[in-house]
């Protein structure tokens, strides 16, 4: 399972990070790893940087606690499902089919998903996405950068989606993602 978690993450990473300090990627392997078994809360420097076989002068050289490390991989991991993405400035020009793409590219990351978003980090994922997708909308449509309905609009189909899909799990997964892609599109009433 952990091995899964560090191939998701570090597939990602190597396309962005090459060179990145052993130290660094040791010390991020093994938060995944005591992860997958604890809760955020529960995980300490000393624990990590033990596991890591780092020192702590180490860790707090890239990061100040445990919870910004999270962040960060958390943040790479909803980077790394726009990036995998086909064509994202289908968020513009095809709602619908951007919104598909996007739940469909989490399915083959569902483990780290499930490992770095679960217990008291489980609302950060709709978060993460909120955060993400409107960086990609506003780097392409930068004349909307601080208009209400643009932001609102994008957050509640953001929000909307990520609730419709985990709360209405009796359902086949991919006819879920069908119909709330089609529901994503159907309700645009700005103009991008």
Known sequence: MTNDLNTALTGAKKKRKRGEPKAKRRMREAFLQIRA???????TVTELCRRADINK????????????LS??????????????MD????ICTDVSSFAYRMLANC???????????????????PEKMDEVIKKLFYSIKPQHLGDLHHAVMLSYKIYGSYYAYIMNT???P?????YIAELDGSFATHDV
């Open 37 to 43: 078994h604890k809760d955020l809360e529960e995980i």
């Open 57 to 68: 002068s180490t860790f707090y050289g890239y990061y100040h606690n445990i919870y910004e």
């Open 71 to 84: 962040d960060a991989l958390q943040s790479e991991v909803i980077q790394q499902i726009i990036d995998s």
């Open 87 to 90: 064509d994202p400035s289908e």
């Open 107 to 125: 399915r083959p990351n569902h483990e780290i998903i499930q490992t770095l978003f679960s217990g008291s980090q489980s609302n950060k994922l």
């Open 170 to 172: 009796g359902f086949d």
């Open 174 to 178: 991919e006819e879920r993602m069908r």
